[in-house]
């Protein structure tokens, strides 16, 4: 089966060239039989991907250590799972994956479009068969073949990173991955809009939804790493400003920047040489995103060297599509003229802008803060270092800003809003803001950031709530429904708009959490069995824990485990006992040190998180001796950071609401197979 | 846009505001990042150094880690990746990471006191976010 894969992976490669060259080719020649096996060859590739990576799954079923791959991230006692898992696990089966994701999506688009707007699909098919082609390129000679073989067959593998063996961890590279792959999709088309000619706002409506489906699955992949770093890395934090995590928020900028600009194109006809530009900058940044996971790039020069060979095909590719779609814009520039001009900074056009605008500087801001190490050792030789500090610096004011325009956007008048209209839409919101500032500093909120965004979110959470209940009323009047029946009908009608109002509010929801931080407790204190901690809650209540001894086992429990000491704590809240938490240690038989669990309790008001920091004689405490239980303990009260959970668990809802199929267009399209049908929900 | 030059004016006035906290950002939070054998050579040369702001990656010593009990210290001698004969006393007062050894890469940000201890405010271990072995290491 392995060898079967691989070799699927080199036919794949011919396939893929062809399959480009036809795409190009048949477009410009018009020439249908051209065109026609450009678009089976995407077929053929995705067959030939799936092959590659069942290759590599049998692999690590079967235990080969003999290839690589399987050496570096898995061992006999891994669960199964994980081994399945273990095609995204590194870098090498991560660009097979990563293109064998592209390929199932080159294959939807190629089959939805085969009958319909088929001026756009031969340079479609040779964009997306480029793109195939590039990474298998990278995967077959770049030094990262995950069929690569050792040349001799260890007894046993390395086994995976403990840290790696967790839930979120297992679906984060993946859903990442299934947003960088999507956004292929609506770039293919720009360049096929570039090259056919077809330059007016019809490949954004063909697109809009692969756009929406990317940045949907952009942001809850990274979600998803915030919880897994939150609930495995043990330090109580979910971001940390690491060049993998910005790599990955870079796309996610711009793309939710391309996702707003777009609608002024449409709407108003405008924006559309910075529409292009933008799809272009997403789709590299998305690449950039790919290759500079797991390449520790970024850490220091040295990484670069060790991995020359792929970082110089990665930025040739990144160069070639730059260069090319500058090229192309530039030739099409005359007919990307603006239909309409901005009349006023008081209109939704400018709204958007702005909020375009600010995108890209928080985009820019990660990019130079990312980079300006290895800037700065170029140019002074004086290596230096900007870390959280410099981040949380620009990008809470760039935040703010956002979330201020996250309420207006949507409400401001087109073109030009009048005095009645921002009356109309912001007063009572505006109102609702300072309210909500006012009674916070009452209650003894004064942390400046914090009070403004709480004040900012009720602002944008009125407005919501208030365009909810406008359009439910007008509904119920005019039809005569019920108030439930009205809103289903408002939102089903207009799903785009109401559910981009859903994820607005998902992002307030998040928002809130954030600004929540600013009120964290920390306290570290070394407990013996009996001792209690006594922590106050920015809530006003007061957490005692009491340490009530460590359990320890030694070669039991769970697979590929040595040992695990469980500190026992008992948790009381103003003198009544609540529950009880555990935080331990645990020695995983595949790495060199213990792994801290933490202890985690959620509620909507706060969590509460302990950390077994140290251990005062480890020796002592797995032999059970009972004067060796002594331990550092770190108790965290984390206020409100629940939130960002729930605003993620909101912003899916919205993105699914507006990403399902409306109901009568269907039947439409089901009528004429030729027409609209992926024109849904215009506003 | 050429007619109105009022929103032009707003435009720039975004831009200028993005890049004037992305410099002021970068001048404020900005360390130096330095390996052991700089830092030292910069302290003896300019004791005034002392107590800037610095970031330093090198090499626990084996053997010279110890924890001060019930004080949260945690105290070791780290040396210079390329010349093992430079080296200084670390303390550092917070949790761990994972994958400290005492024997692990590390960068840490604080500051040299007066009496020649580096002070960590912060502590990473360098293995960064591959979590891969070698598995060339599996032979023999």
């Known amino acids: 089966m392995t060898v079967l894969g691989e070799f699927a992976l080199w036919i794949a490669l011919p396939v893929a060239i062809w399959g480009m060259t036809l795409g190009f ?34 692999a690590f079923l079967g235990d080969k250590f003999e290839y690589w791959y399987v050496a570096s991230y898995s061992n006999r006692e891994l669960e199964t799972f994980y081994k399945v898992a273990g095609l995204w696990a590194g870098q090498r089966g991560s660009l097979l994956f990563w293109a064998l994701l592209l390929s199932f999506f080159s294959s939807i688009t190629v089959f939805t479009n085969r009958r319909k707007n088929r001026e756009f699909m031969p340079y479609v098919a040779g964009v997306l068969q480029g793109i195939l082609t590039f990474f298998i390129v990278v995967l077959l000679f770049a030094k990262v073949n995950p069929f690569e073989r050792l040349g001799f067959a260890p007894a046993n593998g390395q086994g995976l990173n403990p840290q790696l063996q967790n839930y979120w961890m297992t679906i984060h590279p993946p859903t990442l991955y299934l947003g960088f792959t999507s956004f292929a999709i609506p770039f293919a088309f720009a360049i096929a809009a570039l090259l056919n000619g077809r330059l007016d706002s019809r490949w954004i409506t063909l697109t809009r939804r692969w756009i929406l489906l990317s940045w949907f699955f952009l942001s809850i992949g990274i979600v ?32 939710t920047a391309f996702l707003h600009s777009i609608q002024i ?33 970024i850490e220091s020069v040295h990484a670069f060297a060790q991995e020359l060979r792929i970082a110089y095909i990665f930025l040739t590719f990144m160069g070639t599509v730059l260069a090319g779609s500058v090229v192309l814009i530039l030739y099409r520039l005359p007919n990307l003229q603006s239909e309409n001009r901005i009349e006023s900074f008081l209109s939704r056009e400018a709204a958007f802008l702005f909020n375009n605008l600010i995108l890209l500087g928080a985009a820019f801001s990660v990019i130079w803060g990312t980079v300006f190490p290895l800037v700065s050792e170029g140019v002074t030789g004086q290596k230096v270092s900007v870390g959280p500090p410099f981040f949380q610096k620009v990008n809470f004011p760039i935040g703010l800003a956002l979330l201020a325009l996250s309420g207006i956007g949507p409400v401001i008048a087109w073109r030009r809003a009048t005095r009645r209209n921002l009356e109309k839409n912001f007063l009572t919101p505006v109102i609702a803001g300072l309210a909500v500032v006012a009674v916070l500093f009452g209650l003894g909120v004064h942390h400046p950031l914090a009070l403004t965004t709480w004040g900012l979110s009720a602002f944008v959470l009125v407005i919501i709530v208030v365009e909810f209940w406008k359009g439910t009323r007008a509904r119920a009047r005019i039809e ?8 289903y009908h408002l939102v089903t009608r207009n799903r785009r708009r109401w559910g981009g109002y859903i994820v607005h509010a998902g992002i307030v929801m998040i928002f809130v959490a954030f600004a929540g931080a600013a009120y964290n407790v920390d306290v570290r204190q070394h407990v ?37 000491a469980i500190a026992m704590i008992s948790v009381a809240q103003d003198g009544k006992h609540l529950t009880n938490l555990t935080t331990e240690k645990r020695q995983y038989v595949t790495s060199q040190q213990p792994m801290t669990e933490v202890g985690i309790r959620s509620t909507p008001a706060e969590d509460l998180y302990l950390i077994l920091s140290a251990m005062d004689d480890m020796n002592g405490a797995l032999n059970a001796d009972s004067s060796a239980q002594g331990i550092d303990l770190q108790v965290l ?20 609401i507006a990403l399902w199929p409306s109901v009568e267009k269907r039947r439409v399209a089901e009528a004429a197979p030729t027409g609209e049908s992926v024109a849904v929900g215009a506003d | 846009m050429k007619k109105h030059p009022r929103f032009l004016v707003g435009l720039v006035a975004v831009a200028a505001v993005v890049t004037y906290l992305i410099w002021t950002g970068v001048s404020e939070t900005m360390v130096y990042y330095l390996t052991p054998a700089e830092l030292m050579a910069k302290v003896t040369t300019d004791p005034s150094f002392k107590d800037v702001g610095v970031k330093v990656s ?9 924890r001060v009990e019930g004080q949260l210290l945690h105290r070791f001698r780290v040396r210079d990746l ?23 890469e590390v960068v840490l940000e604080g500051r040299m006191d007066a009496n020649g201890v580096f002070q960590a405010n912060t502590l990473l271990t360098k293995c960064g976010s591959r979590y891969e072995a070698a598995p060339e290491d599996l032979k023999g």
């Open chain 2, 82 to 104: 390329e010349d093992p004969s430079v080296t200084f006393p670390v303390e550092y007062r917070d949790a761990l990471p994972d994958t400290f050894t005492d024997d692990t």
């Open chain 1, 528 to 564: 013996m069995p009996g001792d209690s901690v006594q922590v106050k809650s920015p809530f006003g209540h007061t957490y005692t824990l009491t340490y009530e001894g460590l359990s320890t086992s030694v070669g039991r429990g769970q697979r590929n485990l040595m040992w695990q």
């Open chain 1, 224 to 255: 998803f790493g915030m919880r897994w770093a939150y609930e495995e890395l043990g330090w109580g934090g979910y971001w940390f400003w690491d060049p993998v995590e910005n790599a990955s928020l870079l796309p996610w900028l711009t793309a």
């Open chain 1, 265 to 297: 194109q449409e709407n108003r006809g405008m924006l559309k040489v910075w529409n292009m530009s933008l799809v272009v900058l997403t789709f590299i940044l998305t690449i950039f995103a790919t290759f500079l996971t797991r390449s520790g790039l």
């Open chain 1, 25 to 58: 080719t048949g477009g410009r020649s018009q020439r249908g039989d051209l065109v026609l096996s450009a678009e089976r060859s995407i077929y053929a590739v995705t067959l030939l991907l799936m092959l590659a990576s069942a290759g590599v799954i049998a």
């Open chain 1, 480 to 487: 005569g429904e019920g108030y439930a029946v009205a809103l």
């Open chain 2, 58 to 66: 090198g090499r626990v010593i084996p053997g010279t880690y110890e």
């Open chain 1, 637 to 656: 009260v984390k206020p409100l950071v629940g939130w960002i959970w729930y605003g993620a668990l909101v912003l899916t809802v919205g993105s699914l």
